[in-house]
């Protein structure tokens, strides 16, 4: 007795019981084909190629068989091998073996048409020509129609460019024998997207990033496309980081722009999937020092104006604020909008940065530079200088002498004068001559005097006055005035 094939109550012989030869087929043909029916597309791989056929691993335990001369190109050649992946219709299915076919094409008779009809299998056509209200389609040799909203998922705009074409099709509609066939390509097309909409739904998660097509806008952002027939909504504030007042400012439809799916909620319909553009590269503020540095100048844009001052991007997403002391030191600021305008680019320094209060503080004056910083060897005391009138005050006037630099002229120093009431009648933006009395750079002052007396004075006064009246020759006063004036100041000195 055989150690490795002891004897068993239900074996008294010692022998292995034998199954018969159609037990075994039996057992293997059963459920062979029962996941495959006509009509249904598969996916699968080449496993083999012979003279006249290729041979289709269908999942199942039967392979798929199509005919070599339906998978040939124009010019004969078969431009597949082994391991590439086909995706092909049941076009029959039984104990024995899957037919498969891309579609049905050729010269076939009503009883292939009816099975294409009874089985929705697809059928190869050429679109002839256009007529009243579709296209007139050859399917086997047969005349077809299709309506024009049935040749494509989208609107079509101009129904020439189908003419010609060879497309799929699925017959909605068989009468009269054959005579009667009205297709749809809408139909397949519809059938596969919802298929790879399905299957990208099953992938898509939080956190992922995308390209997309932007295929419309909205005030309040912008629809992005992440595959046909999916579509996610990126909020206007998540377009970018900078500040934007409508979407057609960055995006338009038809661009392509990376997303990262922010949320993804049931709707009424489908799925609401929010994305986000600006997230895609990171908030801008987490590298603001390596971008933006203290003491340095830079050029950014305004966004907008506040009645304390105006906010300056530097960077996409990067904001700083110049206050409105910091906006000028050639003229007093009252409101933001009499020194820049949101969108105009300006010249900034960089005063401050808070990196964790997100805080930038900028100067529009620093950057242009401090006119106090060489006023010593501007103006030197006792020199005399044109100036403007700026302002009125009970304890005097001021006189601007450059940009930015403005002196005092003492209300005690007017009232002295023997030009008091000449002084006092002036308005600012007129013009006067002051002599420098005093500077004091630290505290951003300059005071004046009139200096009126003196004989330089009036031949400089009034010189300058005959040169502005601009006449001369016999009874001409500007000269002749001049004329006593000198004769004035000689008698003076003598």
Not at 24 to 38: H, Q, T
Not at 223 to 242: A, K, N, R
Not at 415 to 427: F, M, Q, T, V, Y
Request: some cysteine; overall charge negative; proline content about 5%.
């Amino acid at each position: 007795m055989d150690e490795d094939h002891p004897i068993t109550p239900d074996d008294p012989s010692g022998e292995e019981p034998e199954e018969s030869f159609a037990e075994l087929f039996e057992s293997y043909s059963a459920g062979m084909n029962e996941d495959i029916r006509v009509g249904d597309k598969v996916e699968g791989k080449i496993i083999s190629i012979s003279d006249n056929a290729v041979f289709v691993d269908t999942g199942t335990k039967a392979d798929g068989i199509v005919e070599l001369e339906e998978l040939k190109d124009e010019d004969g050649n078969l431009p597949y091998a082994v391991g590439d992946t086909l995706a092909l219709f049941v076009v029959k299915a039984d104990e024995s073996e899957i037919r498969l076919s891309k579609a049905i094409t050729g010269i076939g008779g009503l009883t292939m048409l009816k099975d294409a009809y009874r089985n929705a299998i697809p059928v190869e056509g050429k679109v002839v020509q256009t007529i009243k209200g579709g296209f007139q389609v050859e399917v086997l040799k047969r005349r077809a129609f299709c309506p024009i909203s049935q040749i494509d998922t989208q609107y079509v705009e101009d129904a020439d460019i189908y003419v010609g074409q060879v497309f799929q099709f699925r017959i909605t509609k068989l009468t009269d024998g054959g005579r009667n066939i009205v297709l749809s390509r809408r139909d397949l097309i519809e059938a596969e997207l919802q298929k790879q909409r399905k299957a990208f739904m099953q992938e898509l998660a939080v956190d992922q990033l995308y390209t997309g097509r932007v295929t419309r806008l909205m005030p309040y952002g912008a629809f992005v496309e992440l595959t046909p027939g999916v579509e996610g909504m990126v909020h206007i504030s998540e377009l970018c980081w900078s500040r934007l007042e409508k979407p057609e400012d960055l995006v338009h439809p038809g661009d392509k722009i990376e997303v990262k799916v922010l949320r993804i909620e049931p709707g009424d319909k489908q799925m609401k999937i929010a994305l986000s553009a600006k997230q895609v590269t990171g908030n801008p503020w987490d590298r603001v020092e390596q971008e933006v540095v203290v003491g340095e100048k830079m050029t950014g844009k305004v966004t907008r104006c506040a009645p304390f001052g105006a906010f300056v991007e530097l960077t996409p997403g990067i904001e700083g604020l110049v206050h409105i002391s910091e906006m000028s030191y050639t003229r007093r600021v009252v409101h933001p909008e009499d020194i820049v305008q949101p969108g105009q680019s300006v010249s900034v320094l960089v005063k401050e940065l808070d990196p964790v209060k997100r805080r930038i503080s900028l100067s529009i004056r620093d950057a242009e530079g401090d006119p106090w910083l060489d006023v010593e060897e501007k103006f030197t005391v006792g020199q005399r200088v044109n100036g403007r009138i700026e302002k009125l005050e009970k304890f005097g006037v001021f006189i601007g002498l450059a940009p930015g630099i403005v002196g005092l002229l003492p209300k005690s120093v007017i009232k002295d004068s023997p030009g008091a009431k000449r002084i006092e009648n002036l308005k600012p933006g007129d013009g006067v001559e002051v002599v420098v009395a005093g500077i004091q750079a630290a505290e951003r002052r300059i005071s004046l005097g009139l200096g009126e007396g003196d004989d330089e004075s009036n031949w400089r006064q009034f010189s300058q006055g005959a040169r502005d009246n601009g006449r001369s020759g016999p009874g001409s006063p500007g000269l002749g005035s001049l004329g006593d004036k000198l004769a004035e100041a000689l008698k003076k000195k003598q």
